[in-house]
């Protein structure tokens, strides 16, 4: 018996595995929870699918949530597959490399706009659509990094696209909330994920995490996973707007 046995769960952004959104669905799964996956495009697809099959995943589905029927497509997908479901996990996130590279006053207008648009309008554009077919008691889950708080070198404009996934994240809480549905997001210490390659220093963060921050390690995606079944699970049942830290206390610490 798991926790999450019954639960129905929606997990968006698996790249490959060693994806945050990874961890999460294989703790999810070891909970009991029955699961489904999107894919970017045909491109990813198909390293998407052998890991939809290693967890037995119920469907996969194209989500691009950059185009608008996409978000249609996906309701109705889920409509017909489950009917109902009770948790969505959104671990989506992009920023174009150019605007990671360079000082953040040369962010570009469009950079902005699609850093923006992906990583955080995506969150309201899915509870948009999906909101009618989540259940009493459901959560919604985002990740979120501390670079949304304090400024992290090199983060640049994600920070600001993480910042508005925050706000967005407590916002939400306060619709959803009559319906009896929670939402929280995880702040995750650096990982070694496909995603935060493109972010310059990431060996650094490492380092200054394993000697600063009070457990001495830097965490796994199995960490973030348990703190997400938590999250999906009714033990958090009084938990919503609020950003679950799980980054072995680094955020904790002065660097000074």
Known sequence: MGILDGKKVLILGVANERSIAWGIARAMKAQGASLAMSYLNDKLKDRVIPLAEEVGADFTFELDVTIDEHYENLKKTVEEKWGKFDVLVHSLAFADKNDLKSNFTNTSREGFKLACDISAFSLIGLCQHLRSLMNEGGSVISMTYHGAQQVVPGYNVMGVAK???EASSRYLADDL?????????????????????????LRKMFDTVEERAPLKRNVTTED?????????SDLSSGVSGQIIYVDSGISTIACV
């Open 163 to 165: 910042a508005a996934l």
């Open 177 to 201: 909330g009559n319906d009896g549905i929670r939402v929280n997001a995880i702040s995750a210490g650096p990982i070694r994920t496909l995603a935060a390659s493109g972010v310059p220093g």
């Open 224 to 232: 973030v996973g348990g703190s997400a079944v938590y999250l999906a």
